[in-house]
């Protein structure tokens, strides 16, 4: 009989969380999203640079894409009809400064499919400024999950300034969208174009990160998006990224790559074993995804969350009996 109570309680849980993951007014997260990860974020597959019609398309009919990345900038509509229409959030990454998809047809789309999760990267203030009408105007349809990124401290290796007020972003978007997650990030000089494969994120810069979300008084869920072979190099820097930071959401890594730059295999697979999985997005190359040995990484699976369930359960009957 109190195993049948037990697993009722379990059952009973499972379906409050996933009649809030349908509630758009409740934040919703990828590891409710998504519950087939079963709390494995590294198992969450992006489509990135998500930035025309043809690849939202290609996004949305994969079955295996799961988050759409997208660059916010001001630019130009390429379909306009009116030869005269000002400059509007498109997606784009620059130095590109056209795309026949603005930001708000992204957002449209992808509130009619509603099954995939999106980032939007917003590379300057005026791109953020102009796009917070379209963000209102989608908040209360939107699907979750949302992730709104910006690079708001300037990083390594000697990094150009960022283009994004950081008091600005956090301030306006956590008004804005609320149940949000925030991914906040460092300029970066690195890769191939620069031919720079040394560097690392230096304790000046982590702690300034820090610092701008406390003052801030940030308490929606942050995940830092770090370059693989940069975060690579102070393992115990991103932990104590992750230990120091003061969001009551809880924080998270999201490790990205671009195709050449260079990435200690060994290293990065270190990194996600030490930090967890439940705690590590990866957006990187596939090829550089397929290398990783994360057999002994930790998470939690879906028995020791049902264990865990089934002790609250256990203990909240002790106490009513």
Same mark, same amino acid.
Request: proline share 4%; with cysteine; net charge neutral.
């Given at each position: 009989?109190?195993?049948?109570?037990?697993l009722?309680?379990?059952?009973?849980?499972?379906?409050?969380?996933?009649?809030?993951?349908?509630?758009?007014?409740?934040?919703?997260?990828?590891?409710?999203f998504?519950?087939?990860?079963?709390?494995?974020?590294?198992k969450i597959?992006?489509?990135?640079?998500?930035?025309?019609?043809?690849?939202l398309d290609k996004?949305?009919v994969?079955?295996?894409?799961?988050?759409?990345?997208?660059?916010v900038?001001?630019?130009?509509?390429?379909t306009?009809?009116? =030869? @005269?229409? #000002?400059?509007?959030?498109?997606? +784009?990454h620059?130095?590109? !400064?056209? *795309?026949?998809?603005?930001?708000?047809e992204?957002?449209?789309?992808n509130?009619?499919?509603?099954?995939?999760?999106i980032?939007?990267?917003?590379?300057s203030?005026e791109?953020?400024?102009y796009?917070k009408?379209?963000?209102?105007?989608?908040?209360?349809?939107?699907?979750?999950?949302?992730?709104?990124?910006?690079d708001?401290?300037r990083?390594?290796v000697?990094?150009?300034?960022?283009?994004?007020?950081?008091?600005e972003?956090?301030?306006?978007?956590?008004n804005?969208?609320?149940?949000?997650?925030?991914?906040?990030?460092?300029t970066?000089?690195?890769?191939?174009?620069?031919?720079i494969?040394?560097?690392r994120y230096?304790?000046?810069?982590?702690?300034?990160?820090?610092?701008?979300?406390?003052?801030?008084?940030?308490?929606q869920?942050?995940?830092?998006p770090v370059?693989?072979g940069? =975060? @690579?190099? #102070?393992?115990?820097?991103?932990? +104590?990224?992750?230990?120091? !930071?003061? *969001?009551?959401?809880?924080a998270?890594?999201t490790?990205?790559?671009?195709?050449?730059?260079?990435?200690?295999?060994?290293?990065?697979?270190k990194?996600?074993?030490?930090?967890?999985?439940?705690?590590?997005?990866?957006?990187?190359?596939?090829?550089?995804?397929?290398k990783?040995?994360?057999?002994?990484?930790?998470?939690?699976?879906s028995?020791?969350?049902?264990?865990?369930?089934?002790?609250?359960?256990?203990?909240?009957?002790?106490?009513?009996?």
């Amino acid at each position: 009989m109190a195993n049948i109570t037990i697993l009722t309680i379990a059952l009973l849980a499972l379906v409050i969380q996933t009649t809030i993951c349908n509630n758009c007014s409740s934040p919703c997260y990828p590891k409710e999203f998504f519950p087939n990860i079963k709390g494995n974020l590294t198992k969450i597959k992006w489509a990135h640079r998500v930035n025309s019609l043809m690849d939202l398309d290609k996004a949305l009919v994969s079955a295996d894409v799961m988050m759409l990345e997208g660059d916010v900038t001001m630019g130009k509509h390429t379909t306009t009809t009116n =030869a @005269t229409t #000002d400059k509007i959030p498109i997606m +784009a990454h620059p130095p590109a !400064t056209e *795309s026949d998809l603005s930001l708000e047809e992204f957002i449209n789309i992808n509130v009619n499919n509603g099954s995939k999760g999106i980032k939007l990267d917003f590379k300057s203030n005026e791109a953020f400024n102009y796009s917070k009408p379209i963000l209102i105007k989608f908040q209360s349809s939107l699907k979750c999950p949302v992730i709104l990124n910006a690079d708001i401290v300037r990083g390594p290796v000697n990094a150009t300034a960022p283009q994004v007020n950081a008091s600005e972003f956090l301030v306006e978007a956590r008004n804005i969208m609320p149940n949000s997650i925030f991914s906040v990030g460092w300029t970066t000089k690195y890769g191939k174009e620069y031919n720079i494969t040394e560097g690392r994120y230096n304790m000046k810069q982590l702690k300034k990160m820090i610092d701008i979300l406390t003052e801030h008084n940030i308490n929606q869920p942050v995940t830092y998006p770090v370059r693989a072979g940069l =975060a @690579t190099n #102070d393992i115990d820097g991103m932990k +104590a990224l992750l230990k120091n !930071t003061t *969001s009551t959401g809880g924080a998270t890594l999201t490790i990205w790559s671009l195709k050449d730059d260079y990435v200690d295999v060994a290293k990065l697979s270190k990194l996600i074993k030490e930090v967890g999985t439940d705690k590590v997005y990866l957006d990187i190359p596939e090829d550089l995804r397929n290398k990783l040995n994360l057999s002994s990484a930790s998470t939690m699976t879906s028995a020791m969350m049902m264990n865990l369930v089934a002790s609250l359960a256990f203990l909240v009957l002790s106490r009513m009996l």
